[in-house]
């Protein structure tokens, strides 16, 4: 296993500079650039001087000189600044990066405990009207986009009823960090709505298949009380497949949390690429879009290595 481990850790570099690489070149090929984006559209400005303001931003460098550029600033550990304001990238990661992974490991654990719980349910009550009324919720939970439940959310508990903050996350009022935890509530439960439901219907589809196994019979005949056959012998088999699921959801959830952020105002990454995008400020998109290309590739050795600790029959190559 640790051959394995050490082989794919070495093949993340490549492949992450593969694809920073087709990203930067996207945004290369998409019209105007950082310059364009900050000029004021009413008034007109001297062709010299956007010219020597593009010089100065290294904007008018061939192509695979500026990624170049950016890529081994990168491998040094310098991620540049920004063009737009010329902050260090690095401050702004810092600052931000700790609001995405709050929200989103939130969201990611309610949805896991509570997708595993009510999946389970609705398997071992197959047919009835639980099962049936968790099933529609699931195919609600699914369809309908984030941003609505979001204002939906923030229209009923914060306007409406007046439970919760509208947006933000750490207010100058706020003496602790726990003070802020109202103002989670509503983005977390928002992210992890379509989250859940996708955990719940995967876990019930891997429960009723882990319940049809031959084992499953056989700890039956054994006589074993049910709850032992269902939990420690059906769920555990079935919990593999979820674990998957969920770990590659971890990347999509992240990237989830733009429109969430969006409609709270949670200041993140999601915010932040946005505006990055909206300024074609390309240091700063594809810091972060590096950091998700990264983020999937560790996530899926994570997966691989943890399904094989669940589960015996899975080897990993040596």
Known sequence: M???????????????VAVSFLIYLGLD???????????????TVDPEKLAELRHALGLDSPLIVRYWIWLTGV???HFGYTLTGGVPISSLLVDRLPATLELSGTALILSTILGSILGTISALRRGSATDNVLTV??????SIPEFFFGLVAIVVFALNLNWLPVGGRLLPSYDSYWDHIPNLIMPALVL?????????????????DALSREFIKTARSKGLPEWRVNLLHGFRVALTPVIVLVGFRLPILIGGSVIVEQVFQWPGLGNLFVSAVRNKDLPVVMTIALLSVVLVLTVSLIIDVLTAVIDPRVRLGA
Not at 29 to 43: E, K
Not at 137 to 142: E, F, N, Q, R, Y
Not at 193 to 205: D, L, N, P
């Open 2 to 16: 640790l051959t394995y481990i050490i082989r794919r850790i070495l093949i993340i570099v490549p492949m992450a």
């Open 29 to 43: 090929l998409t019209p105007g650039d950082a310059v364009s984006h900050m000029l004021d559209p009413t008034r």
């Open 75 to 77: 491998l040094q550990g």
């Open 137 to 142: 919720v699931g195919m609600i939970g699914v």
């Open 192 to 208: 992890s709505i379509m989250m859940t439901a996708g955990v719940m219907r995967y876990a019930r589809s891997s429960m009723l």
